[in-house]
């Protein structure tokens, strides 16, 4: 089974200031790891995967992620954070990259002018 | 890029009537498609996968006569609320996938039950 910890339901950070959102993750076989972002009353958009390539994983938006089977995290960055960044971000797994999403909690980030 | 059309956007309905959500994958052939539900400020809750062709699976706790789902062609797959009543109001998400690209997501409906 996989599942994955979104830690901080909230975060706030200052326009220009580095974007850190924490995702912990647990599964029985190799993940597959996504990151979401979602704007209100608005579908899910695609942030960035780790599909078992690269650790270090470059999204749209500026955003990155970093693989670290050690930690079993996959952490969301973005060294400056832009007031459209301001939204739901959903950290979430698969098996095998086309079974059912695990979704995590989700982390509100606001971004402080 | 993949693109799912999800419809409508937004309706209200009565209580005791049916409501039916369509979702799309518009240049793509989707194999499993997925339904969400999400509560608001919570997270998405899958609902049921459902494979073209073939009967959905459900997830535990989802009543499958009540969350009617349809999944007739590659391209479309149909979310029917039957019997809806004010605890159905919610925000409801699709979900495609071709099994080797990922998955494409639909941009919800956002129901209301009156």
């Known amino acids: 089974a996989q599942s994955v910890t979104q830690l901080g339901s909230h975060v706030s950070v200052s326009e220009g200031a580095l974007v850190l959102l924490r995702c912990n993750y647990s599964?029985?076989?190799?993940?597959?790891l996504f990151w979401y972002v979602q704007y209100p009353n608005q579908g899910l958009q695609l942030l960035l995967k780790y599909t078992s390539a690269a650790t270090l994983v470059k999204g749209i938006n500026g955003f990155e992620a970093e693989f670290k089977k050690s930690e079993t995290s996959f952490h969301l960055t973005k060294p400056s954070a832009h007031m459209s960044d301001a939204a739901e971000y959903f950290c979430a797994v698969s098996a095998f990259g086309n079974e059912k999403l695990t979704f995590g909690t989700g982390t509100r980030l606001t971004i402080i002018p | 890029g993949a693109v799912v059309s999800q419809h409508p956007s937004r309706v209200i309905c009565k209580s005791g009537t049916s409501v039916k959500i369509e979702c799309r994958s518009l240049d793509f052939q989707a194999t499993t498609m997925f339904w969400y539900r999400q509560f608001p400020k919570q997270s998405l809750m899958l609902m049921a996968t459902s494979n073209e062709g073939s009967k959905a699976t459900y997830e535990q706790g989802v009543e499958k006569d009540k969350f009617l789902i349809n999944h007739a062609s590659l391209t479309l797959s149909t979310l029917t609320v039957t019997s809806a009543h004010p605890e159905d109001s919610s925000f409801y998400i699709c979900s495609a996938t071709t099994g080797t690209d990922g998955y494409t997501f639909g941009s919800g409906t956002r129901l209301t039950v009156v």
């Open positions: 599964s029985s076989v190799p993940p597959y």
